[in-house]
């Protein structure tokens, strides 16, 4: 699987892959008023065609029970998808794990929802740092005009 182009590809995502939602919504109580949105994701397959739809994302991935998995997957992402970000979350008796992960290449490691305040700085930096993808003439004129987005 390769990822998009840039040109073909749409805008930055804060993409979220957990088993139960908990640290997404940490993330959306902390961004309620950034005006960003959390794409969550259940299993490595989704989440890395999230990925591959919008490949400048700043992702945050839930360390399970499969060390091995993530690993495979964060020392693959800035191959694959050099413009994306990962950050990882675990459970406190998984913190053991950050020195291994951040090696790996994990821009963070986070062990409590209740601190999720700079993971969600982190990300909104990251987003705003992205160019948004590149369209047409066509495409930017119909985003301008106020009916654009119902008729096309």
Known sequence: MTAKTPENSVPARLIVCERDGHWATALR???ANAG??????????????????SPASFLVWEL????????????????????????VVADRSQADYEGLL????????????RQVGL???MACCHL???????RSLTERIWANLPWGSVLH
């Open 128 to 134: 705003a740092q992205v160019p948004p993808p590149q």
């Open 64 to 87: 399970g029970d499969d060390v091995a998995e993530l690993l495979q997957f964060v020392a693959r992402q800035p191959r694959e998808f050099p413009s994306a970000r990962l950050a």
């Open 102 to 113: 951040r090696e790996a290449g994990a821009v963070y490691f986070l062990c409590s929802p």
């Open 29 to 31: 109580r902390e961004l």
């Open 36 to 53: 960003v949105r959390v794409w969550e994701t259940r299993t490595p397959e989704d989440c890395w065609n999230e990925l591959t739809e």
């Open 119 to 121: 993971l969600a700085r």
